[in-house]
Nanobody, 115 residues
Framework: QVQPVESGGGLVQPGGSLRLSCAAS????????MGWYRQAPGKQRVLVATITSGGSTNYADSVKGRFTISRDNVKNTVDLQMNSLKPEDTAVYYC?????????WGQGTQVTVSS
């Protein structure tokens, strides 16, 4: 069983930057997609960005041009660099790791954008 563990959340002012990291451990067989979702209070969990093992990326329209996803296939890590943060980016951010056996989710890390 794969266990993703997130780190790097916190409080930041509007316009600031944060970097989230996720490390996958456990019974890693063949990780295909790694990515980030987020869930704001009272809202559904939604896609932020994903990246395949080949490096193809997909971003939500709301974060294009501000967020950058990257991964290390040797270390089984995925990072999310978040720039020009807005109050509407406030949410719990979840790392997801997909293998042939299914998807595994981290416990989430809180990102709060506020002055």
């Amino acid at each position: 069983q794969v266990q993703p563990v997130e780190s790097g959340g916190g409080l930041v002012q509007p316009g600031g930057s944060l970097r989230l990291s996720c490390a996958a451990s456990g019974s890693i067989f063949s990780i295909d997609v790694m990515g980030w979702y987020r869930q704001a209070p009272g809202k559904q969990r939604v896609l932020v960005a994903t990246i395949t093992s080949g490096g193809s990326t997909n971003y939500a329209d709301s974060v294009k041009g501000r967020f950058t996803i990257s991964r290390d296939n040797v270390k089984n890590t995925v990072d999310l660099q978040m720039n020009s943060l807005k109050p509407e980016d406030t949410a719990v951010y979840y790392c997801v790791v997909r293998t042939v056996l299914g998807s595994s989710w981290g416990q989430g890390t809180q990102v709060t954008v506020s002055s």
